[in-house]
């Protein structure tokens, strides 16, 4: 049973940074996109950055280029995000997520996978 579990998140003033981590266990499929998605109140889900396992890619939304960088560690089964400069429209839950169909990375319904949220407050 394939299970993410979110960690990091917290409250920070403009400016700032955290580190967001995702604990991923029962997970065996080679070929996948695990990313970070984040919902703010009354919006809709969307996609944050994404990494491919074949070649390490990675995909980031145009709201977070420069200042949110992504990564893993397969070793120890772990996904991070890195948010620094933060603003508070990135003030949101934040969610970890896993697909294995090879769709479009920002698409929500392509992945199969969800953790259960950590939430993430900048205050200007």
């Known amino acids: 049973q394939v299970q993410l579990v979110e960690s990091g998140g917290g409250s920070v003033q403009a400016g700032g940074s955290l580190r967001l981590s995702c604990a991923r266990s029962?997970?065996?499929?080679?070929?996948?996109?695990m990313a970070w998605f984040r919902q703010a109140p009354g919006k809709e889900r969307e996609g944050v950055a994404a990494?491919?396992?074949?070649?390490?890619?990675?995909y980031y939304a145009d709201s977070v280029k420069g200042r949110f960088t992504i990564s893993q560690d397969n070793a120890k089964n772990m996904l991070y995000l890195q948010m620094n400069s933060l603003k508070p429209e990135d003030t949101a839950m934040y969610y970890c997520?896993?697909?294995?169909?090879?769709?479009?990375?920002?698409?929500?319904?392509?992945?199969?996978?969800w953790g259960q949220g950590t939430q993430v407050t900048v205050s200007s």
């Open positions: 990494i491919y396992s074949m070649y390490g890619s990675t």
């Open positions: 997520a896993a697909q294995t169909y090879g769709g479009t990375w920002y698409v929500e319904k392509n992945y199969n996978y």
């Open positions: 029962g997970f065996t499929y080679t070929n996948y996109y």
